[in-house]
């Protein structure tokens, strides 16, 4: 299965990858390369888009989510609680 999204959803990307999908691309992406995608997939492999593929590690079993913590906005880092040192 190819999974295709409006754009990169890293929740949408983990529940295609669970229900077993091989493939995940964006909207934005030409019929050229969702073309290229099919065959990849009918092959045996799997195609996901470039920004995709930080969301992916690969394994002997598949494909599997991996969350990248590259592309996290700093807003949704959680708050860093700082004791003050004990005299």
């Known amino acids: 299965m190819i999974f295709l999204d409006r754009d990169i959803q890293p929740a949408n990307l983990q529940t295609a990858l ?4 091989r493939g995940y691309w964006t909207v934005q992406a030409s019929s050229e390369q969702l073309l290229e995608a099919v065959r990849q997939v009918v092959a045996g492999g799997s195609s996901f888009c470039p920004e995709a593929e ?3 590690a690969s394994t002997p079993d598949g ?10 906005d700093v807003d949704e880092l959680p708050a860093r609680t700082t ?3 004990e005299p």
């Open 83 to 85: 004791r003050k040192p």
């Open 54 to 56: 930080c969301y992916v």
């Open 18 to 21: 669970e229900a077993g999908g």
């Open 63 to 72: 494909p599997h989510f991996h969350p990248s913590t590259q592309d996290t």
